[in-house]
């Protein structure tokens, strides 16, 4: 054979080659195969790409329901009713993926059973590492993200798009917004401003008193018993506004960093009469960096973590805070879920809705089912005939044998 015949044959073999792996490829994508996208679409991902690039990808993909098929029927055990919302399933999408409610009906196609959106602010408003802010730290399974990474599109983008899908397409999947302040306005007038114009739209609010858009002083400020208490007297006026059937819950999502004092501080303003809340979002991603990291990032000390180096210490303070309110408040736990069996220890610790966020960034859209087939399992495999049976059921547990002991009873 001559030598430009042989390299004739080789090319058209690579080229075969290639075809035959992007088809298969594709439809490994399509059928939502759990091994291709953690083995090689998303490492394959995060070596073409930038985390942000990644994330405007996967945002555009979802915007033109390029997304994977998912056959997967929600099983019975695994939907529950809190705070009057009824959810198909307790596993949704946590704030920060789709800030601008962009990839609304995709993120549901692919099995969420709610979306939070946010944290969205008034105003348009991009922080200053906005453009190169996260770090995906694969070893550790978490991601970095940097300080002032807040962005928001505003109320003007979002506003009539979410009119639009409510009224005009009747939408009714369950869609939580995540609201906070620009930069440069109050905190309350911005946060009950946003009370006011979600509350027709949404299913939940939620206070992020833990943003990354909230100077150091202004959070330090609302750890503060009078201060959070301003914000909470405004929130439930604006909130009273509306009808009944509009009066949404709301929810507040706490940080990691709250030492139990902070914690029970601003639980009890919440049991007080025009503060009330209806539930607590637990947690948000950390800033303290005790534990040791693998990845070659390691010695970062700068920005916010959120994965498993989360995941104990949220369960740890999902637990807290049930004991606290004595499981009369709704809990929604998020913080380094990436299995059925972290879901599963968040709900025995009190979460009665969950929700993840870097396990979607580093193993694609069949996790949501991943995680749901294998709490659903858990549960079912314990006797539980719904997951609302397991909630809290550690602490009570717990609870149960300190009564047995006469003195501490
Ligand atoms: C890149 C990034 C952006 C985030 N943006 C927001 C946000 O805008 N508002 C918010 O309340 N939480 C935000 N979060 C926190 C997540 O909603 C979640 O609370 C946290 O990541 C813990 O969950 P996980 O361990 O499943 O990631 C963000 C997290 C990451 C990693």
Redesign the pocket.
């Known amino acids: 054979m001559s030598s430009s015949k042989f390299v004739r044959k080789v090319k058209a073999l690579v080229k075969v080659t290639c075809y035959a792996g992007f088809i298969s490829g594709g439809l490994l994508y399509y059928r939502n195969d759990e091994k291709f996208f953690r083995q090689i679409l998303m490492p394959l991902s995060r070596v073409a790409m930038s985390?942000e690039s990644a994330?405007k990808f996967g945002i555009f993909l979802c915007k033109w329901n390029l997304i994977p098929k998912n056959d997967y029927e929600d099983l019975p055990v695994l939907s529950s009713t809190i705070c009057g919302i009824k959810l198909n399933n307790i596993v949704g999408l946590?704030?920060?993926?789709d800030?601008d409610g962009e990839a609304i009906k995709s993120l549901h196609k692919l099995g969420f059973g709610f979306i939070?959106l946010?944290?969205i602010m008034p105003e348009e408003e991009y922080g200053e590492n906005a453009k190169k802010?996260?770090l995906q730290l694969v070893e550790d399974e978490?991601?970095?993200?940097s300080y002032d990474?807040?962005?928001?599109k505003g109320h003007s983008f979002l506003v009539p798009k979410m009119r639009t899908l409510r009224r005009r397409e009747e939408y009714k999947e369950i869609i939580g917004f995540?609201i906070?302040k620009n930069k440069k306005s109050n905190y309350v007038n911005d946060i009950s401003l946003n009370v006011k114009v979600f509350s027709p739209v949404a299913n939940y609010l939620?206070i992020?008193i833990?943003?990354?858009?909230l100077s150091e002083n202004l959070y330090d400020d609302l750890k503060k018993k009078e201060n959070l208490r301003t914000v909470l007297i405004e929130v439930n006026k604006a909130r009273k506004l509306f009808d009944e059937e509009k009066q949404r819950p709301i929810f507040l999502?706490l940080s990691p960093d709250l030492t139990n004092n902070e914690l029970k501080d601003i639980v009890d303003v919440t049991k007080e009469k025009n503060c009330a809340v209806h539930g607590f979002?637990i947690?948000?991603?950390k800033l303290d960096y005790n534990f040791n990291l693998q990845s070659k990032y390691h010695d970062i000390q700068n920005g916010?973590?959120?994965?498993?180096p989360?995941?104990e210490k949220?369960t740890k303070m999902i637990e807290e805070v049930y004991k606290l309110t004595s499981g009369k408040a709704a809990i929604i736990g998020?913080?380094?879920?990436?299995s059925g069996r972290d879901a599963y220890e968040k709900v025995l610790a009190g979460a009665s809705a969950l929700?993840?966020?870097?396990?979607?960034?580093l193993y694609g859209p069949p996790i949501v089912n991943k995680i749901k087939r294998e709490l659903s399992e858990l549960l079912i495999n314990d006797g539980y005939k719904n997951v609302s049976e397991a909630v809290g059921k550690n602490v009570k547990l717990q609870q149960k044998r300190f009564n047995w002991i006469p003195f501490l009873r």
């Open positions: 985390p994330h946590a704030a920060g993926y800030k939070e946010g944290t802010s996260t978490a991601i970095l993200s990474n807040n962005s928001s995540n906070g939620v992020n833990d943003s990354e858009s999502k979002i947690s948000n991603s916010r973590l959120s994965g498993k989360l995941r949220s998020v913080g380094g879920i990436l929700q993840i966020y870097t396990g979607f960034i």
